[in-house]
Nanobody
Framework: QVQFVESGGGLVQPGGSLRLSCAASGSLFSMSYLGLGWYRQPPGQQRELVAGITIAGTTSYADSVKGRFTISRDIAKNTVYLQMNSLKPEDTAVYYC????????WGQGTQVTVSS
């Protein structure tokens, strides 16, 4: 099974930037044959998909983050990134990575708080 470990979250002011990282591991795992996504769960709300990247490298984004967030991956490092710019208070959430569709193993996530 694939395991995910997210990092890079923190407290940032509105308009600021953060770069999240997610290291994936598992027996015979390779990002070259798995689509991946970044998900987030705001306080009191359900988890939602915010960005995805296919096996071919095609990216997609939720309307709420389009133009501000960028998903990328380093297959050799089995790591997926989420560059977040122009952050807004409504981006506050715990951010997770997982496959698309998501598997049963969620990491601990990384907290992103956007506040002045």
């Amino acid at each position: 099974q694939v395991q995910f470990v997210e990092s890079g979250g923190g407290l940032v002011q509105p308009g600021g930037s953060l770069r999240l990282s997610c290291a994936a591991s598992g027996s015979l795992f390779s990002m070259s044959y798995l689509g991946l996504g970044w998900y987030r769960q705001p306080p009191g709300q359900q988890r939602e998909l915010v960005a995805g990247i296919t096996i071919a490298g095609t990216t997609s984004y939720a309307d709420s983050v389009k133009g501000r967030f960028t998903i990328s991956r380093d297959i050799a490092k089995n790591t997926v990134y989420l560059q977040m710019n122009s952050l807004k208070p409504e981006d506050t959430a715990v951010y997770y990575c997982n496959s698309r569709p998501p598997g049963p193993n969620w990491g601990q996530g990384t907290q992103v708080t956007v506040s002045s």
